[in-house]
């Protein structure tokens, strides 16, 4: 594969891949390419898998959410083999797919893309809040508030230990909640009159 072509092939893939950029439908199942994505970077970094494995992988991140078939997992490791990014193997009754340096390079390129984004990367979710027929910014922002902090919460709950490099998650997430009222309750509000006050 040429740089153009996995510049093209980045590009691609890359429009599904920021929640915040091009999220699935409220209640679809994920996009197959998510899928295959996820199916690349998870073997990436586990050097090999197998169809059903990745299928128990996805149903335990999702807290069962999700449990993709046969007809979702096999199709989506079968593209990744069609674009070089990985190559199967028969071993024993079972198939295994292993990423190719093609992959790594699709990964490192995507990777790269998502930390260049920051801050100023385009948030487009207010776009599919009126394709998914929610008429209110407002409510559909403090929906998929809920759903980060749920989220969060759940996983807490799964790992109370969790870190952020050599940082507890639970403390970090905090202060992110901590400085974020703080903001938002800050310079815009409203000061409180004391009682017996003008």
Same mark, same amino acid.
């Given at each position: 594969?040429?740089?153009?072509?996995?510049?093209?092939?980045?590009?691609?893939?890359? =429009?599904?891949?920021?929640?915040?950029?091009?999220?699935?439908?409220?209640?679809?199942?994920?996009?197959?390419?998510?899928?295959?994505?996820?199916?690349?970077?998870?073997?990436?970094?586990?050097?090999?898998?197998?169809?059903?494995?990745?299928?128990?992988?996805?149903?335990? @991140?999702?807290?069962?959410?999700?449990?993709?078939?046969?007809?979702?997992?096999?199709?989506?490791?079968?593209?990744?083999?069609?674009? @070089?990014?990985?190559?199967?193997?028969?071993?024993?009754?079972?198939?295994?797919?292993?990423?190719?340096?093609?992959?790594?390079?699709?990964?490192?390129?995507?990777?790269?893309?998502?930390? =260049?984004?920051?801050?100023?990367?385009?948030?487009?979710?207010?776009?599919?809040?009126?394709?998914?027929?929610?008429?209110?910014?407002?409510?559909?922002?403090?929906?998929?508030?809920?759903?980060?902090?749920?989220?969060? =919460?759940?996983?807490?709950?799964?790992?109370?230990?969790?870190?952020?490099?050599?940082?507890?998650?639970?403390?970090?997430?905090?202060?992110?909640?901590?400085?974020?009222?703080?903001?938002?309750?800050?310079?815009?509000?409203?000061?409180?009159?004391?009682?017996?006050?003008?």
């Amino acid at each position: 594969m040429t740089t153009g072509e996995l510049g093209r092939s980045s590009y691609i893939e890359f =429009d599904t891949l920021f929640g915040i950029m091009a999220p699935p439908p409220p209640r679809g199942p994920l996009p197959a390419r998510v899928l295959r994505l996820y199916a690349l970077a998870t073997l990436d970094r586990e050097g090999s898998i197998y169809g059903y494995s990745l299928a128990q992988r996805i149903a335990a @991140k999702t807290d069962g959410a999700w449990r993709p078939g046969p007809g979702a997992i096999y199709p989506a490791l079968r593209s990744l083999v069609e674009r @070089k990014w990985a190559r199967s193997d028969v071993r024993g009754a079972r198939r295994i797919y292993s990423v190719t340096p093609a992959g790594r390079a699709m990964l490192r390129r995507i990777r790269a893309r998502m930390a =260049d984004a920051g801050p100023g990367a385009p948030d487009l979710s207010l776009l599919w809040a009126e394709i998914a027929g929610s008429a209110d910014p407002g409510e559909h922002m403090l929906r998929h508030l809920r759903r980060h902090l749920d989220a969060l =919460d759940a996983y807490l709950a799964r790992r109370p230990d969790a870190r952020v490099g050599s940082r507890s998650l639970r403390a970090e997430a905090i202060a992110e909640l901590t400085e974020s009222m703080r903001r938002l309750g800050g310079p815009r509000a409203r000061p409180r009159r004391r009682s017996g006050g003008p």
